[in-house]
């Protein structure tokens, strides 16, 4: 039985019913929290402990194999240029970012730079970032991966590219906050 509650979560109420105990398994719900009801009078009924078994799993387990993609687009403060920076997961403080950064002009044709700089940190706190992050150019024109991107605490960050190209320099400013 699913209802919702006032703080948007979802409880499910779990009986002893093999159809609960399926459709838990197959739902494959995450961010569950679980009521746990028995109606039982049997204490040595074991379905209510392999359903609450196998939501605590299938929580888990979604959690793990669905990281959030984080992508963002950014036009440059005089409007030459614009990037598109793809991360694998949302920026995080602790481990490396696994990163792309893809440069474009306005009217989204690739931009390969004359010369090309990443610069970032936190401006409230007085501190660049931690590490001197690289780029790297790949294959696809303009597209560059950023080795060695790294935040080390939870605050507002701003991570900035500036641009030489034929159309002129312009700066390309992410601000966001972890």
Same mark, same amino acid.
């Given at each position: 039985?699913? #209802?919702?509650?006032?703080?948007?979560?979802?409880?499910?109420?779990? /009986?002893?019913?093999?159809?609960q105990i399926r459709?838990?398994? /197959?739902? *494959?719900?995450?961010?569950?929290?679980?009521?746990? %009801?028995?109606? #039982?009078?049997?204490?040595?009924?074991?379905?209510? &402990?392999?359903?609450?078994?196998?939501?605590t799993i299938l929580?888990?387990?979604?959690?793990?194999?669905?990281? @959030?993609?984080?992508?963002?687009?950014?036009?440059?403060? $005089?409007?030459?240029?614009?990037?598109? &920076?793809?991360?694998?997961?949302?920026?995080?403080?602790?481990?490396? %970012?696994?990163?792309?950064?893809?440069?474009?002009?306005?009217?989204?044709?690739?931009?390969?730079?004359?010369?090309? @700089?990443?610069?970032?940190?936190?401006?409230?706190?007085?501190? *660049?970032?931690?590490? #001197?992050?690289?780029?790297?150019? &790949?294959?696809?024109?303009?597209?560059?991966?950023? $080795?060695?991107?790294?935040?080390?605490?939870?605050?507002?960050?701003?991570?900035?590219?500036?641009?030489?190209?034929?159309?002129? /320099?312009?700066?390309?400013?992410?601000?966001?906050?972890?």
């Amino acid at each position: 039985m699913l #209802s919702e509650r006032a703080n948007s979560s979802t409880y499910l109420s779990i /009986e002893t019913t093999d159809t609960q105990i399926r459709s838990i398994i /197959e739902a *494959g719900m995450d961010n569950i929290r679980i009521a746990y %009801q028995i109606e #039982s009078t049997s204490m040595y009924n074991s379905k209510p &402990l392999i359903a609450l078994c196998a939501a605590t799993i299938l929580t888990g387990c979604a959690a793990e194999s669905a990281p @959030v993609q984080w992508q963002v687009d950014q036009v440059g403060t $005089d409007k030459l240029y614009k990037a598109h &920076l793809d991360c694998e997961t949302l920026p995080a403080p602790g481990p490396f %970012q696994n990163c792309t950064v893809r440069f474009s002009d306005m009217q989204g044709n690739a931009v390969v730079p004359d010369n090309l @700089v990443i610069d970032g940190g936190m401006p409230l706190h007085g501190h *660049g970032l931690p590490t #001197s992050p690289v780029l790297t150019q &790949l294959e696809k024109a303009g597209t560059y991966r950023i $080795d060695g991107l790294k935040y080390n605490m939870p605050g507002a960050w701003l991570l900035g590219f500036k641009i030489k190209a034929a159309q002129g /320099e312009d700066k390309i400013i992410f601000d966001f906050v972890i």
